[in-house]
């Protein structure tokens, strides 16, 4: 072992390191290695900037002191595969061209924010340094289906996107309100509303749905075909 010589004298850099992570993480990591790549990674993602950061898997392996001190590259991938088991590091794969290439967050709510983005395909190529650019954070039509219709598949997001390239955002809004109000959660009738909204004009036409009978909710008049219970 080598002793450690002691910090140097003046003003050091520093980073920061949440509370949490003393109190709450900290105790439940029981391998040396993890807990090197946890930290390290903690450090590293603060030199980055922007609303989104991420680290990607040559941020870790051009530190030849931390590679040194965890066994090489076989000692990284373990480390950093523990880190995401524990879910103290959040991990997305993305498709560059012929390559892929894999970003790693911290799992802190903007951590989470960026990886859900790419997660859906909100991303697009970036610099060869950041080879991948997210997007701003999805605007609140995403937040609105996941709150009241669903999960948000990488299906659904597709065709989310598609409306607000077709429809004004306030028409997508209010299609889904519409679909609350009436209780159908199926992102076919908001598509049918809006679609009828761009042949006849904005009105109030919108679908009616009659007293429950026998148990069974159901809709007429003309999006009836529309809708799947």
Not at 79 to 100: D, H
Not at 131 to 155: K, Q
Request: glycine share 8%; with cysteine; hydrophobic share 40%.
């Amino acid at each position: 072992m080598t002793p450690f010589s002691g910090f140097l004298p003046g003003k050091q850099p520093t980073f920061a390191v949440y509370a949490q992570f003393v109190t709450d993480l900290l105790p439940q990591i029981d391998d040396l290695i993890e807990l090197k790549v946890t930290i390290y990674a903690m450090w590293a993602i603060q030199q980055r900037e922007g609303t989104y950061r991420y680290l990607l898997r040559r941020d870790f392996t051009a530190s030849a002191e931390l590679l040194a001190g965890i066994g090489g590259e076989t000692g990284l991938d373990h480390g950093l595969a523990q880190a995401c088991v524990r879910g103290s590091l959040l991990s997305v794969e993305v498709e560059l061209g012929e390559s892929n290439e894999r970003l790693y967050f911290i799992n802190t709510q903007m951590g989470r924010n960026g990886y859900e983005q790419v997660r859906l395909g909100l991303w697009q190529p970036g610099s060869e340094r950041l080879p991948v650019e997210i997007l701003p954070e999805r605007p609140n039509i995403y937040r609105l289906y996941e709150d009241h219709f669903g999960s948000l598949t990488p299906m659904i997001a597709d065709m989310l996107k598609d409306a607000e390239k077709e429809f004004p955002l306030s028409w997508i809004v209010e299609a889904m309100r519409i679909a609350v109000a009436k209780n159908a959660l199926n992102w076919r009738f908001v598509q049918a509303v809006l679609d009828r909204w761009q042949r006849e004009g904005k009105g109030n036409a919108v679908a009616q749905r009659p007293d429950e009978r026998d148990g069974k909710r159901y809709i007429t008049g003309e999006y009836a075909d529309f809708i799947e219970w």
